[in-house]
């Protein structure tokens, strides 16, 4: 980004329910005419490719939701950022695909977290903010971010729940290679359970520490769980995994999840779990103890 920014709505503002996107000099402003004529000009450009390709953003902004969170407007920056604010390579911004998530790792980062290819062992990488553009559609005028809805204890307490939805972690192996890729839904507080300040003392310590993966028969849903060596386990013990119910878990998100009343969810397991799984040579069956995979690193989008 240039290190001036001028005073109308550059690359991915919002604007009422609206988003404006100003095409690529936004990016790269030249020193001439001076930056308030630079924004004017890239605005222009930008609006005028939206007049000729209407199909391909609408087509874009169906199929990527952003909410009204703080880190929206970044994330979607760095998405056009990607495509070369060409709506027409909108389905390049996918979970699937490896160069996609490499490039928002590293932007995302300021340039200061990259994908290596000679990890010693997995590489996991949380991004704050990175599940913005693959949101559900109900949650484009809400607050992604923290947003509350009905949800239950391990104990069968009904409550109400306020998640931090926009969150997305993905995996690859030592070699650099995608392994996969899930949003994640991290509760930020359920009454009587978990406090906010709880979550985020927790959620907060997790960068640079080691990931293991156990299972976890203590509750009636048994559950393989991600584990951070986070040091807070006096605070409280948070594992991620499949969603159902949880004291202060994170799910992974996985739409081919049972519901929770299903007789086939205890035996579930997210894809990306499996897949992990899988890339050290096991399956769900097979996971005895603790086994440790490799080093998780948080990147905040901002």
Known sequence: MGSHRPPVPLCSSRVGDEWIDLGTSCRSQSASPGPLIAGLASAAAGLAMTKLFPKA???FDRAHVYSKSKEAARKRDIDMQIIGDDYTRGAEISLTSEKYLKELIRLGSGGRQQVSNRAKKIQFFIVRGGGEGFLPAFLANDTAGDFAVDGSTTDGKKNRTRFD???MLAVFDP???LIGAALLQR???IPGTWSEWAANEVY???NVKEVSIYRNANFSIPYLGLVVDDGKKGVGWVDM???EATNGCIFIVDENTPDLDSTALPDFEPKLIVDILASIGKRADQVKGMIRLGV???VDIK
């Open 175 to 177: 070699q650099g290679k």
């Open 241 to 243: 995994h499949k969603q």
């Open 187 to 189: 509760p930020i507080s």
């Open 296 to 298: 998780l690193r948080v």
């Open 165 to 167: 939805m926009n969150d």
């Open 204 to 206: 907060n310590a997790w």
């Open 57 to 59: 953003k609408a087509d």
